[in-house]
T-cell receptor
Framework: GEEVAQTPKHLVRGEGQKAKLYCAPIKGHSYVFWYQQVLKNEFKFLISFQNENVFDETGMPKERFSAKCLPNSPCSLEIQATKLEDSAVYFC??????????????FGPGTRLTVT | DAKTTQPPSMDCAEGRAANLPCNHSTISGNEYVYWYRQIHSQGPQYIIHGLKNNETNEMASLIITEDRKSSTLILPHATLRDTAVYYCIPGSNDYKLSFGAGTTVTVRA
């Protein structure tokens, strides 16, 4: 598709429950990124993929967060045993590398996760 | 990663040009300058990027100083739909975007 699709739009989980978010990147884009926006204007990078391979996972809280991008499937971000502090909007973005260091990322509409 | 400094907010009259400054004095020689914006409740939207030369596209123009320590994003004819938070982001070799606080731009009728 021509847009990054994210599902669900909203997700409510009780503390300790699992949450799974999905992202379909733009067709032909080989990079996928996940960001967390906790408060207005505050973004945190979580993880990136080059095709199905993890490219950069320096932002991932490794104990409870995991992510995958498998061929012919939407990418996913899973949070085991959610905590109140995981409440945020999670954005997925994709990009197609252009030139040596030049690229732009296209963002999806986000998934709002509320942990109660 | 290079640090950026942007004014926290600015107002602009509808139909006038909006000039958004950004200081990035620690930017390295091969880092691009990217501009994104986030309209309320939406995902960030790519606007424009540049390395050394000034750039223009259908959305905006980007003016980069010769020493590359600062840049200005120009929205030539601001509309109410341009109300958003605008982010100036130096490109990094690991591709991830480091969003700062940005500039909240309010376009007034």
């Amino acid at each position: 598709g021509e847009e990054v699709a994210q599902t669900p739009k909203h997700l409510v989980r009780g503390e300790g429950q699992k949450a799974k978010l999905y992202c379909a990147p733009i067709k032909g884009h080989s990079y996928v990124f996940w960001y967390q926006q906790v408060l207005k204007n505050e973004f945190k990078f979580l993880i990136s993929f080059q095709n199905e391979n993890v490219f950069d996972e320096t932002g991932m809280p490794k104990e409870r967060f995991s992510a995958k991008c498998l061929p012919n499937s939407p990418c996913s971000l899973e949070i085991q045993a959610t905590k109140l502090e995981d409440s945020a909007v999670y954005f997925c973005a994709s990009s197609r590398r252009q030139g040596l260091l030049s690229y732009e990322q296209y963002f999806g509409p986000g998934t709002r996760l509320t942990v109660t | 990663d290079a640090k950026t400094t942007q004014p926290p907010s600015m107002d602009c009259a509808e139909g006038r040009a909006a000039n958004l400054p950004c200081n990035h004095s620690t930017i390295s020689g091969n880092e691009y300058v990217y501009w994104y914006r986030q309209i309320h409740s939406q995902g960030p939207q790519y606007i424009i990027h540049g390395l050394k030369n000034n750039e223009t596209n259908e959305m905006a123009s980007l003016i980069i100083t010769e020493d590359r320590k600062s840049s200005t994003l120009i929205l030539p004819h601001a509309t109410l739909r341009d109300t958003a938070v605008y982010y100036c982001i130096p490109g990094s070799n690991d591709y991830k975007l480091s969003f700062g606080a940005g500039t909240t731009v309010t376009v007034r009728a």
